[in-house]
């Protein structure tokens, strides 16, 4: 299996414009998270799904902020209007479930907002 | 609700040096613990785990061992080595069914030639 996979691995944009970044997980897995690292604020949940459901989204951030899993490999985090504080490294990671509560990170996407 | 606190870094010892990087947890029930690494550049990857009490999780000559007298998981290496440089972080995960992960703040770990 090729684990995780996110794109873009890296995107710089200016304020205001929309961002999406993409994640498939490892096929099979039943739970997907999408976490947020700053050197400032270290690493952040914001949201996880199960069976392609959203199950707990209290660590969005904002209305700017929102996350759909159309499919069981793929999940979209979408930033509209981006601002600079939005500025992060943005992880995707896929659980298997039932047994096995491991967490699989793909490689990161490193969002920049000028 | 549950947390987990790590020492705070950075870490930085001489290579073949002992290393403990201390973790403790606060949790309702009975949680698995684990440790991740993340190399710079890369997403967070899985070092050991444990899950249940006494039990000891190795991997690379790193260990860490389940105490739930002091609610502790403190990592250890008895020789590291410059390549072992990275972030450290613990973490815990609710048994029950969530699946949700509680990270530490992680440490970070410079290892001198």
């Known amino acids: 299996d090729a684990g995780v996979i996110q794109s873009p691995r890296h995107e710089v944009t200016e304020m205001g414009q929309e961002v999406t970044l993409r994640c498939k997980p490892i096929s099979g897995h039943d739970y997907l998270f999408w976490y947020r690292q700053t050197m400032m604020r270290g690493l952040e949940l914001l949201i996880y799904f199960n069976n392609n459901v959203p199950i707990d989204d209290s660590g969005m951030p904002e209305d700017r902020f929102s996350a759909k899993m159309p499919n069981a490999s793929f999940s979209t985090l979408k930033i509209q209007p981006s601002e600079p504080r939005d500025s992060a490294v943005y992880f995707c990671?896929?659980?298997?479930?039932?047994?096995?509560?491991?967490?699989?990170f793909g490689p990161g996407t490193r969002l920049t907002v000028l | 609700g549950d947390s987990v606190t790590q020492m705070e870094g950075p870490v930085t010892l001489s290579e073949e040096a002992f290393l403990t990087i201390n973790c403790t947890y606060t949790a309702t029930g009975y949680p698995s613990l684990f440790w991740y690494v993340q190399y710079p550049g890369e997403g967070l990857q899985l070092l050991l785990k444990a899950t249940k009490a006494d039990d000891k999780g190795s991997n690379k000559g790193f260990e860490a061992t389940y105490r739930k007298e002091t609610t502790s998981f403190h990592l250890e290496k008895g020789s590291v080595q410059v390549s072992d440089s990275a972030v450290y972080f613990c973490a815990l995960s609710d048994n029950t069914g969530g699946f949700k992960t509680i990270f530490g703040a992680g440490t970070r770990l410079f290892v001198k030639a």
């Open positions: 990671a896929s659980i298997q479930g039932h047994l096995n509560n491991e967490q699989f």
